[in-house]
């Protein structure tokens, strides 16, 4: 499925663009749509594999995975600290528990990958610790992103920026300071390709909490490819995020959210991801390119523009006035820009009301 056969292709300026096996993400080009798995497999093979072929079917560009275990992530302990409580969907659970629960098994991921190509989708991941990246070296990955909620962690940065891969770095909670620590820690251990999303790290994102106009803020400050990654349950952020030049979009994608599970409820179903799909593509047809005069739809109606003519009978001699010349539609006659020098002037020849006025009628 080829998502945007249509989109105006325009030569990139590297400088400001990431390449994932070797496709050019940035300004110019159409977005790049990534779906995210996530927990939405329940620890189910079959239903990772059939939530590619969803992404797939959706227009997705990529597929993304997480690459922890509930191990690497925290500890397995019931300490009140390591108990989420904090207003959100997993309040109640622990933290080891929900990780144990929410996990892609590793063994999966390879297998997984090579699916994703066959349909011509990249794959990659999130990994949270050192032994994930090395991990998932031994893949091949193309790319990695670097979750929100790790984007201060230093060493994870450095281990990620190291394999030379380019980077996606969702920004969530992180202040100016912090987006611009990463960016620096990244750059200077060997990653010249960075992307920055947008994110509101809430799950599900409240619409009124997007602050989306920070999308044209972060490109003007980076001069990077910037996207959203997005966790509201419909398409008018990904849609106003392109507006924005964001060319990178994250969405979580779930088989249905009725299966219950840990992601499900801020997760887009597929008919609902293939019209976000459909959305942004129509949203790029409509940015287009900076251009001013008609346009090949509109060329033929410039004969409906304003132009000067006869609107009286006019006698050979006769001096031109606004009571016999008027500037109306439509366009076959000389220009309005040129009524002083009309007016100025005398007719050469007799003008019956209603002719359009030419050169070869003014003496």
């Keep these: 499925m080829n998502n945007h056969q249509n989109f105006p292709m325009n030569k990139p300026d590297l400088k400001h663009h990431i390449e994932i096996n070797?496709?050019?993400?940035?300004?110019?080009?159409?977005?790049?749509?990534?779906?995210?798995?996530?927990?939405?497999?329940h620890q189910d093979f079959d239903r990772a594999v059939e939530l590619i072929h969803l992404a797939h079917r959706s227009g997705a560009d990529a597929v993304k995975l997480q690459t922890y275990t509930a191990d690497t992530l925290t500890l397995d302990s019931d300490q009140p600290h390591f108990r989420i409580d904090q207003g959100t969907v997993w309040d109640g659970a622990r933290l080891y528990d929900l990780y144990k629960q929410a996990y892609t098994p590793w063994e999966w991921q390879p297998e997984l990958l090579k699916i994703a190509n066959q349909f011509g989708m990249d794959?990659?991941?999130?990994?949270?610790?050192?032994?994930?990246v090395d991990f998932l070296e031994t893949m091949n990955v193309p790319a990695y992103k670097i979750a929100s909620f790790e984007i201060i962690d230093v060493p994870l940065l450095r281990k990620v920026a190291a394999t030379g891969k380019p980077v996606?770095?969702?920004?969530?909670?992180?202040?100016?300071?912090?987006?611009?620590?990463?960016?620096?820690?990244?750059?200077?251990?060997?990653?010249?390709q960075i992307a920055l999303l947008k994110c509101t790290?809430?799950?599900?994102?409240?619409?009124?909490?997007?602050?989306?106009?920070?999308?044209?803020?972060?490109?003007?400050?980076?001069?990077?490819?910037?996207?959203?990654?997005d966790h509201t349950l419909a398409s008018q952020a990904p849609v106003v995020s392109v507006c924005l030049g964001a060319t990178i979009i994250e969405k979580h994608l779930t088989i249905s959210r009725d299966e219950k599970g840990p992601d499900s409820s801020f997760s887009l179903e597929p008919s609902e991801f293939a019209q976000m799909v459909d959305s942004v593509r129509e949203a790029e047809k409509t940015l287009g390119s900076v251009h001013y005069g008609p346009t090949e739809s509109d060329k033929n109606n410039r004969a409906f523009r304003r132009s000067l003519f006869a609107v009286r009978d006019i006698k050979a001699g006769e001096k031109f006035t606004a009571d016999n010349v008027r500037?109306?539609?439509?366009?076959?006659?000389?220009?309005?820009?040129?009524?002083?020098?009309?007016?100025?002037?005398?007719?050469?020849?007799?003008?019956?009301r209603g002719t359009p006025l030419n050169w070869r009628h003014v003496a």
């Design 22 to 41: 070797n496709r050019a993400i940035g300004p110019g080009q159409p977005t790049y749509i990534i779906a995210e798995i996530s927990a939405n497999h």
């Design 123 to 132: 794959l990659f991941s999130s990994p949270f610790d050192a032994t994930a």
């Design 168 to 192: 996606i770095v969702s920004t969530g909670m992180a202040t100016i300071d912090e987006i611009e620590q990463a960016v620096d820690v990244l750059r200077t251990n060997g990653c010249d």
């Design 201 to 229: 790290s809430a799950y599900p994102s409240p619409i009124d909490s997007m602050n989306l106009s920070t999308i044209a803020d972060l490109k003007f400050r980076f001069q990077i490819p910037i996207g959203l990654s």
């Design 327 to 352: 500037s109306i539609r439509p366009g076959q006659g000389l220009e309005p820009i040129h009524i002083d020098q009309v007016l100025q002037s005398n007719a050469t020849e007799s003008i019956p």
